[in-house]
């Protein structure tokens, strides 16, 4: 089960024209090829790594450099990222069992 939590938000800001990603414990090829594959373009990656835990944050723009306001294309790129990190996600492989005092 993929352990990935996702939150896509719209920066309003005047001087920023792009939505902001951020993707907390993942796989940044799969995060990456999956913002490609969505026809998104990445101006800027903030990639913070600290110890067990991972904070990915991306702001992106749509293929011709317009910021994404549409709440449905939002939650697309939310449910889309979800979907490829499950894919990536490997199955847990329980520990082989071993016999006492072995």
Not at 43 to 57: G, S
């Amino acid at each position: 089960m993929c352990q990935s939590r996702i939150n896509t938000k719209l920066i309003s800001k005047a001087k920023m024209t792009s939505a902001r990603v951020s993707v907390q414990g993942t796989n940044l090829f799969t995060i990456t090829n999956c913002l490609y594959h969505l026809w998104l373009e990445i101006h800027v990656a903030k990639i913070t790594t600290m110890v067990d835990q991972v904070l990915d944050v991306f702001y992106v723009t749509d293929n011709e450099g317009r910021k994404i306001e549409d709440a449905e294309r939002l939650e697309i790129i939310r449910r889309e990222l979800l979907r490829a990190l499950e894919q990536a996600s490997p199955e847990p492989v329980p520990a082989p069992a071993q016999a006492a005092g072995a």
